[in-house]
């Protein structure tokens, strides 16, 4: 038996409620200290059916003896629930003032509602000075 055709659009539709973003630099990774770079807070009307998709990347100067990166996503700071990890990072060549970038994707089946707060963290491994982001972005879209 053939699928029903499609026969709505999105138009008219207004997503703002469930897409939720940011770009704003949070802080920067001091040593070898897993940081919060970039947070973003659900609304209160963004009630997911199945879930939250999360996405996360950042762009970042390595500090003084790194030797690798670990971009998470959690729930709430650097204590709460993973939701996608990168796991330590160390293709390609890593050193003092080398400009690189992670990206990590994750989805929550179980956001704590209302207003879900997640996080980006970065860890530069071995790191013994700062390293400076110099981009983030952190997006949900509620599903």
Request: charged share 10%; proline share 5%; net charge negative.
């Amino acid at each position: 038996m053939p699928l029903e055709p499609i026969t709505g659009t999105v138009r008219g539709l207004d997503f703002t409620p469930r897409v939720i973003h940011s770009t704003t630099i949070v802080a920067s990774p001091s040593a070898a200290t897993e940081t919060i770079i970039a947070s973003i807070t659900l609304g209160d009307d963004a009630s997911p059916v199945q879930g939250v998709e999360l996405i996360a990347f950042a762009a970042f100067t390595i500090g003084t003896s790194g030797v690798s990166g670990n971009l998470k996503i959690r729930q709430t700071d650097t204590s709460g629930t993973t939701i996608a990890a990168t796991g330590v990072v160390n293709a390609g060549v890593w050193a003092a003032t080398q400009l690189t970038e992670l990206y990590v994707a994750g989805f929550d089946t179980a956001p704590v509602l209302p207003g879900q707060t997640y996080v980006a963290t970065l860890t530069v491994g071995s790191g013994a000075a700062a390293s400076t982001v110099s981009a983030v972005y952190l997006r949900a879209l509620t599903v």
